[in-house]
């Protein structure tokens, strides 16, 4: 139907017979003279109608509405002097057109299909189909293709195997609910989706093909955020016979070869490692952001035996005193940082203490007269803090200090414009803990997931550390992984310590079990969010930003209205009764 496509051309066409397709991005009617940008997913180009030249068209061109779908032909020419656009890769030339032929005409558009344009998420949701017609869709989508094509390329050439595991298949434990599958043949019965395919791939190291990988959609039910979606894509790896600086290798010149490919800027490797506990020391994350400083420092020494009561408090409660200098932060206003203080309560934690550091190592703070000279004096140094910065102080358990301060690190980087331009900066996070208290089930649970081979003989819940790590870029994590357990032996005494009985264990996990019977190679591997990938070379703040059928934040898609209520037959068919009536969809 078409000899080119729209974005194509250049001026070396000029004085070629073209036959192009594609929709009528704008008009306009220049006193009898028609032009039209015609969009396909290669770019526009600009058709010209000239009513002298070919009365035909340019009657048919005046009745075109915008995003109908024409084939158009016409000789390409160079624009006249003066209107080439050094903007557009087709701006020196246009189609001078013979004829036009409507191929669909379209309806008004919801929206006008521009990137400048802004429409709520609904509805451009709703229109999907529409929105991804927009350059800068077709631009993520193209770029999500090529990571893909890097991955695929790098895995294929590194030895590893695509192979595709099940979507129907029974639950794995990855610390979320499961989406259940009712079996219309086993009535009773559910299929879990797979949280991610970490037993199978497991099996596939078991099953002596040494290097598996797939990229896979995997699913959690559970509350979506920007960067985390109920169903999303893993780069999902194992390998046999190797240890934690085999898989990270294998994985740094991956992620050194996407940022050149797509950002043109060469990482160094190797990435640094920090320990789980060096990174919540230092930035009270495991997860921190390392193109900036702002380190956290410890004030427990400084304020042994203060007089200070929050101070004092807080440490007597079993809690710990942690503070940072925001380089340049004294500029912040008395209502800024008030509103600060009500961010960093809404974190859960008790209060914030903040001071201003002035010339010759004075302070500006509510709490100066409770503080010593010498605590002052420690608090600067400790911090590092200069004339001009802020230190940010919290005092409180543990967990709710290091939430605190990493809170404010991030805010704090956005907000005094610390955050370089074009800065890639990876880094592992090794040996973190075995095990993590949950309140909400009063249990000892996993940090990564059960298969986690511990790092020590030392097995108890409080000490216990992973043989396992995460990928951070930019303060995300990328993803994680582990050397896996491959002894029976101790994959019970993991499910022991996780509360599960031998008859449980058998039950969950008997399948793999069993498998370790016959010779379990040494394994390990990792899975990396691929959406999350996407999101950061695209520059997005989300993930439904890089995906092409995204779900909305609610968990709803708003283009197919799923989920929706099913029949009265199909439910009697799965041997399912309602205990309430679908809630209406909004
Ligand atoms: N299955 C793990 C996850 O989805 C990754 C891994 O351990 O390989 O996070």
Known sequence: MRTHSCGELRATDAGSEVTLCGWVARDRDHGGVIFIDLRDREGFVQVVFNPEEQPDAHATATQLKTESVVRIAGRVRPRPAGTVNPNLPTGEIEVAAQSVEVLTAADTTPFPIEDRIEVGEDIRLKYRYLDLRRPEMTRVLRLRHNINKIIRDYMDATGFLEVETPVLTRSTPEGARDFLVPARQWPGEFYALPQSPQQLKQLLMIAGQDRYYQIVRCFRDEASRADRSVEFTQLDVEMSFVTEEDVMSIFEPLMVAIVRETQGVEVQTPFPRMTYDQMM??????????????????????????????????????????????????????????????????????????????????????????????????????????????????????????????????QMAVRMNLIPNGVWSFCWMVEPPLFEWSEEDERWSSVHHPFTSPASEDMSPENAKARAYDLVLNGFELGGGSIRIHRPDVQRKVFAALGLSDEQAEEQFGHLLTAFRYGAPPHGGCAFGLDRIVMLMAGKEAIRDVTAFPKAQSGQDPLTGAPAAVSADQLKELGLRLAHPPKKQT
């Open 281 to 410: 020391s230092r930035y009270g994350s495991d997860k921190p952001d390392l193109r900036y400083a702002m380190e956290l420092a410890d004030l427990g020494a400084a304020f042994a035996g203060t007089g200070f009561r929050a101070f004092a408090g807080a440490v007597e409660g079993g809690g710990i005193i942690k503070a940072m200098a925001v380089p340049g932060g004294g500029q912040l206003s008395r209502k800024e940082l008030d509103e600060l203080v009500t961010q960093v309560k809404g974190t859960g934690a008790a209060g914030l203490v903040w001071l201003v550091v002035e010339e010759a190592g004075a302070v500006r703070s509510p709490v100066e007269k409770h503080l010593s000279a010498e605590e002052i004096a420690a608090m600067i140094d400790a911090t590092g803090a200069d004339a001009g910065d802020l230190i940010l102080v919290v005092a409180d358990k543990p967990v709710r200090t290091n939430v605190a301060l990493d809170f404010l690190r991030r």
